[in-house]
C-alpha cells in the first residue's frame, strides 16, 4: 500500500444539522456539547462550518439560533438557516416538516436574524415561494448569502432566483420531486447556471455515483462543493435518534432516514469521506476534491480556509486519513 502525504487547506462544511450525537437543532444542547461536535469534526479535517437549523417554528429556531450565538468556537463561521421558505411539496419539502413551512417574509427573517444576533449567514429558499424573490433581494443586500434548494420551481423561477442574488444550489439533487419533466426542469437549470456553485452530499447515498459524477463534469470543480448535511447519528452507532422535532434511523449501510419510512434525513457523512468519494465516484483528481471542500465552500461565504489538515493519501482505497490539524478558524 503506497500512502501520499497531504498537507492541505482545512476544511469547510457549508451544511452541518448535527454530529457525534450532537444535534444543532435541540435548544436544550449545551455549549459543551457543541465543542464535542467540532472536535470530532477537527478530527476528520473540518476547520470551519455552518451549523444548520431546519424548518421549524419562529420560536424554536430563535431558540436553537440564541444558544448558538452564545457559543463563540471559532470553526462556527456562522447559521446556515435552511427553511422554513421551501416547497410544501412531498419530495421537494424532504424530512421538513409540512406544518412549519411558510411563505417568505422580511419581517419574520428580521426576528430570526435578530435572534441570531446577526449570525445567519445562508439561507436555503425555495425561489417560487410567496414573497421569496423580495426576501432574496433583502438578504444579498444585507450581506445574507442565498442557496436555491427544497425547490419545486421552473426554469424561469431558478433564473428569477438567480437574479435577484441566489448564489448556490442546497445539495443539488435532493429535496426535489421524485418525478419531473426530463427537461427541461430545475436541476437542469442549476447545473447549467455558471452564476451558481452547487453543493453535493457525496455518500453513496443521496447520489447514485453515475448521477454525482455528470453533474460534477457538468457543473465542473470550480463550481462544484462538497458538503456532508450531518445529523446527529454522524459519528455514531447505528440506532434512532432525534434531529430538532423528527425522529430518524441510522442504517448499518450509513444510510439515515426518517423513522418508519425510507425518506432520506440528513446524512452520516464526514468530510474527509466525501472529498475521497468524490475522487471514486466523480473521477476528479485529489486537489480538486480537496479544493471542493476547502477553498471553494470558504469562497462561497466570502472567506478564506481556515488552517491546515496534514494527512496521508491512499490513492488505491479513496482513502483521506488526517492525522493532524493546525490554525484556527474565524476570530469571534
Known amino acids: 500500500m503506497e500512502l501520499t502525504k497531504v498537507d492541505a487547506p482545512g476544511l469547510c462544511d457549508l451544511q452541518v444539522n448535527g454530529f457525534a450525537g450532537v444535534d444543532f437543532n435541540d435548544p436544550t444542547t449545551a455549549l459543551e456539547r457543541y465543542e464535542v461536535a467540532a472536535a470530532r469534526m477537527r478530527a476528520t479535517g473540518v476547520t470551519l462550518f455552518l451549523p444548520t437549523v431546519v424548518t421549524s417554528t419562529t420560536e424554536h429556531f430563535a431558540a436553537c439560533a440564541r444558544s448558538l450565538a452564545r ?5 462556527s463561521a456562522g447559521i446556515h438557516m435552511e427553511g422554513p421558505y ?3 411539496v412531498d419530495g421537494a419539502r424532504g424530512a421538513h416538516p409540512l406544518e412549519h413551512v411558510r411563505p417568505a417574509s422580511i419581517d419574520d427573517f428580521r426576528r430570526r436574524q435578530d435572534a441570531a444576533e446577526g449570525r445567519i449567514v445562508l439561507v436555503t429558499i425555495a425561489p417560487e415561494v410567496e414573497g421569496a424573490l423580495a426576501l432574496i433581494e433583502h438578504m ?9 434548494g427544497h425547490s419545486d420551481a421552473s426554469p424561469a423561477q431558478v433564473r428569477d432566483g438567480v437574479a435577484a442574488g441566489a448564489t448556490l444550489s442546497t445539495h443539488l439533487g435532493n ?8 427537461h427541461p426542469n430545475l436541476i437542469w437549470e442549476q447545473l447549467a447556471a455558471d452564476e451558481i456553485a452547487s453543493c453535493f452530499i457525496a ?4 447520489l447514485p455515483a453515475s448521477t454525482f459524477k455528470a453533474m460534477v463534469r457538468a457543473k465542473t470543480p470550480a463550481r462544484a462543493v462538497l458538503v456532508t448535511d450531518a445529523v446527529a447519528p454522524a459519528g455514531c452507532p447505528p440506532g434512532r ?15 439515515v432516514t426518517m423513522l418508519g419510512n425510507d425518506r432520506l434525513a440528513g446524512s452520516a457523512l464526514s468530510l474527509d469521506v466525501a472529498v475521497g468519494n468524490a475522487v471514486r465516484l466523480a473521477g476528479v483528481s485529489l486537489d480538486d476534491a480537496l479544493a471542493m471542500a476547502s477553498t471553494r465552500p470558504a469562497r462561497c461565504l466570502g472567506l478564506a480556509p481556515a488552517g491546515r489538515l496534514h494527512g496521508t493519501w491512499d490513492a488505491a482505497a479513496c482513502r483521506l486519513t488526517v492525522t493532524e490539524v493546525t490554525g484556527q478558524g474565524v476570530a469571534r
Open 140 to 148: 444579498v443586500a444585507s450581506g445574507t448569502r442565498v442557496a436555491i
Open 203 to 206: 455518500d453513496g447515498h443521496h
Open 71 to 75: 457559543w463563540k468556537n471559532a470553526s
Open 241 to 255: 435518534y432525534r434531529i430538532g422535532l423528527i425522529e430518524v434511523e441510522l442504517h448499518a449501510d450509513g444510510r
Open 175 to 182: 429535496g426535489s420531486v421524485r418525478t419531473m419533466a426530463r
Open 86 to 88: 421551501i416547497s410544501p
